[in-house]
T-cell receptor, first 111, second 115 residues
Framework: QKEVEQDPGPLSVPEGAIVSLNCTYS??????FMWYRQYSRKGPELLMY????GNKEDGRFTAQVDKSSKYISLFIRDSQPSDSATYLC???????????FGQGTRLTINP | EPEVTQTPSHQVTQMGQEVILRCVPI?????FYWYRQILGQKVEFLVS????????KSEIFDDQFSVERPDGSNFTLKIRSTKLEDSAMYFC?????????????FGSGTRLTVV
């Protein structure tokens, strides 16, 4: 079983839709969860960071963590064409330095 | 906004040659990292560096790889004898605190092509 699993998509939705992106993980030692956005031929850009179960909101973005189910989500409200990118989930064990990434989901928002 | 700068953006090298990838982390950051992304695959951790020494490395980071902070601003990744399978995007990253305390900032990457 892969440590972090993420559906690579592609996912295509109309502008204004709510987008739901998800990752599952197998290692219960993961304590820190992040979502990165990556545009083509660019480095990952940190969107959201959380370390506890529950929801964290930042503007149109909401990160959700369910440690009991080993499942994390990113919701994008009122999606815009500029949100079109690859979204990567990433996780880290406390005290470690290594980020473990998911495969990334390629998202396209159609005007 | 401060950013991590990587040079060159694209490097082509012949198999067996040494290559040095360069990074300028954000100036007040203390932790430095290299990751790579083979085309179509996940971003993978290579190495972390803190207080002038390697703090963690992956199984990918074998004796062919080395890192150095030669001065107060640069952070380099050297591949001693490149192989075809080293072709990938290499990302440098840095963080002010230990990475688990807030994530880190990535550079735009160096695309390495080994021919």
């Amino acid at each position: 079983q892969k440590e972090v699993e993420q559906d690579p998509g592609p996912l295509s939705v109309p502008e204004g839709a709510i987008v739901s992106l998800n990752c599952t993980y197998s290692n219960s030692a993961f304590q820190y969860f992040m979502w990165y956005r990556q545009y083509s031929r660019k480095g990952p850009e940190l969107l959201m960071y959380t370390y506890s179960s529950g929801n964290k909101e930042d503007g149109r973005f909401t990160a959700q963590v369910d440690k009991s189910s080993k499942y994390i989500s990113l919701f994008i409200r009122d999606s815009q064409p500029s949100d079109s990118a690859t979204y990567l989930c990433a996780m880290m064990i406390q005290g470690a330095q290594k980020l473990v990434f998911g495969q990334g989901t390629r998202l396209t928002i159609n005007p | 906004e401060p950013e991590v700068t990587q040079t060159p953006s694209h490097q082509v090298t012949q198999m067996g040659q040494e290559v040095i990838l360069r990074c300028v982390p954000i100036s007040n950051h203390l932790y430095f990292y290299w990751y790579r992304q083979i085309l179509g695959q996940k971003v993978e951790f290579l190495v972390s560096f803190y207080n002038n020494e390697i703090s963690e490395k992956s199984e990918i980071f074998d004796d062919q790889f080395s890192v150095e902070r030669p001065d107060g601003s640069n952070f380099t990744l050297k591949i001693r004898s490149t192989k075809l399978e080293d072709s990938a995007m290499y990302f440098c990253a840095s963080s002010e605190l230990s990475g688990h305390l807030g994530g880190y900032t990535f550079g735009s990457g160096t695309r390495l092509t080994v021919v």
